[in-house]
């Protein structure tokens, strides 16, 4: 099956105990044959989707997402409009404070020591805060505790110093938490930047860290620039490639300016990447086109199709630029090589496209050990922090003052500000806005730990 994920057909036939149960039940039947979505599969959804908005089934339904995401059937997804009296999509507020709270607990209940828990929880709830959705609490049970059950990354591990210089180290975190370890490496990074000016440490075996700007946030904290960068289970393909060879890598940037945010450079060297196709996903939307690519060239919008395929590596992320030399492919080509080469072979790592996540050889879940690198950069050896700030400002303040383009929404904004301006809202409104198939993942996980069941015995939004 190649156009929807499992779960994704047995909700659809799951779910069908009314009037439109045949209608579910064919469209779960067309998604489990599989393969790409062909002109006849597409006519075929495209017929049934007709009937289901003659027979009043809702749009905002899977069946409806589904067909829009794989099978482009965006007439009769139009067609099969809201009932008036149907409820509204129902996303749910809930608080910074409750969700760190909630998901410190989830994982101790995977076994992760309290304090680390603490850690690992305020680098998820960092990225609910600044906007970065992919990052937060949606990431905590598809990747985390996944991970955690499937034993490919431990709950506690020793962050073990392989090598120490002044200036440098190679950390080995024996597979455990990226989130804690990484926490761990850029303070042990500022902390020798302070001593030496300039500093960087890097790790091996490591596992997912999360939010690459919680790194350089960090630094700023304490008068420092920061960089960081890590790579990931192969996505992207390089110029003139189909095969998913680098990670999505991201390279961020974070230092202070004078604005009421610090420039914050936080993105992968792909277009887009998993976690915000995972986000499409439970949004019931298509990829934007132009992002992925398949194994016969063709560029891919099928959501569900594309995670699937992603996995099992019959297609490949854009790097920055797309997919032509014409529009730069070859620049996000270099730099994602470039976290690669800084991510592996300083600390002796294996590269990304060894890293698929399964053994090939019984397709079950396999450990992949990640590399990371952190530099820190302390202003105060070469200005002072409040004079580098100021210049920052300025020159970000220059850019955003600078004439617009005519055609479009009038506005320049800088790195950092869209976060800003996620905080600020989150934060004024009683926190992050969580999707139903997140409260849903929520209440599931809850009932799989009965000291949760306790302490959590109703969500805000149940
Ligand atoms: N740990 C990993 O393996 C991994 C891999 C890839 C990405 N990530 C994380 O995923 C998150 C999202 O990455 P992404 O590539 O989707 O980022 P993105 O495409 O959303 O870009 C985000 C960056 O662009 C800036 N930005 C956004 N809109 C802007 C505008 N209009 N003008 C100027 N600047 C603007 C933001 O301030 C931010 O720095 C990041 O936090 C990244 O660290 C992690």
Redesign the pocket.
């Known amino acids: 099956m190649t156009t929807a994920t499992a779960p994704a057909v047995a909700a659809m036939a799951a779910s069908g105990e009314d009037a439109l149960a045949p209608l579910r039940a064919a469209a779960a039947a067309i998604v489990a044959r599989g393969g790409a979505p062909t002109a006849a599969a597409k006519e075929e959804y495209a017929g049934l989707m007709t009937r289901w908005a003659a027979a009043g089934g809702p749009a905002d339904d899977a069946v409806v997402a589904v067909g829009k995401a794989v099978y482009g059937v965006e007439g009769a997804a139009a067609a099969a409009a809201p009932k008036a009296d149907a409820p509204p999509v129902a996303y749910a507020r809930v608080e910074f404070e409750f969700l760190e709270g909630y998901m410190k607990d989830v994982f101790v209940q995977y076994g992760v020591p309290d304090d680390e828990a603490v850690t690992a929880a305020k680098v998820l709830i960092e ?1 609910d805060k ?1 906007g ?1 959705d ?2 937060g609490i949606g990431r905590l049970n598809p990747i985390y505790c996944q991970r955690l059950k499937a034993g490919i990354m431990k709950p506690t591990a020793p962050f073990e110093v392989v090598k120490e210089t002044p200036s440098t180290a190679v950390i080995d975190g024996h597979m455990g938490l ?1 989130l804690v370890i990484g926490p761990r490496a850029m303070d042990m990074c500022i902390a020798k930047a302070k001593e030496v000016g300039v500093a960087m440490v890097v790790v091996r075996n490591s596992t ?7 790194y350089p946030l960090m630094a700023v904290a304490k008068g420092c620039i920061g960089f960081t960068g ?3 289970r192969p996505s992207i393909a390089p110029l003139g490639g189909v095969q998913p060879m680098l ?4 390279i ?1 940037f974070g230092c202070g300016s004078d604005d009421p945010f610090p420039y ?13 196709i995972e986000r499409y996903a439970r949004e019931g939307m298509p990829t934007p086109a132009g992002q992925v690519i398949d194994k016969q060239g063709i560029v891919r919008t099928d959501t569900d199709g594309i995670l699937k395929d992603l996995t099992t590596r019959q297609c490949a992320l854009a790097p920055l630029g797309g997919v032509s030399m014409d529009t730069g492919a070859h620049k996000g080509t270099g730099y994602a090589t470039l976290c690669e080469i800084l991510s592996t072979a300083l600390q002796g790592n294996p590269t990304s496209p060894e890293l698929t996540g399964v053994d090939q050889a019984t397709g079950k879940p396999a450990p992949m050990p ?1 590399g990371h690198w952190f530099i820190a950069i302390d202003v105060e050896r070469f200005t002072e922090v409040s004079t580098f700030n100021s210049r920052v400002g300025g020159l970000l303040r220059e850019l955003r003052s600078s004439e617009k383009n005519p055609k479009g929404d009038g ?9 800003h301006r996620a905080w600020t809202e989150r934060s004024q409104n009683g926190g992050t806005l969580v999707p139903p198939a997140l409260q849903k993942d929520m209440v599931n996980l809850r009932a799989q730990f009965p000291a949760l069941m306790e302490k959590y015995p109703k969500f805000s939004f149940e």
């Open positions: 990225s600044r970065i992919s990052h990226g997912h860290y999360g939010m690459a700007g919680y890590t790579n990931a990670g999505t890598n991201p961020t914050v450079l936080d993105c992968a060297t792909s277009i887009n990447q998993r976690g915000k990640l506005e320049i904004m800088t790195a950092g500000e869209p976060e």
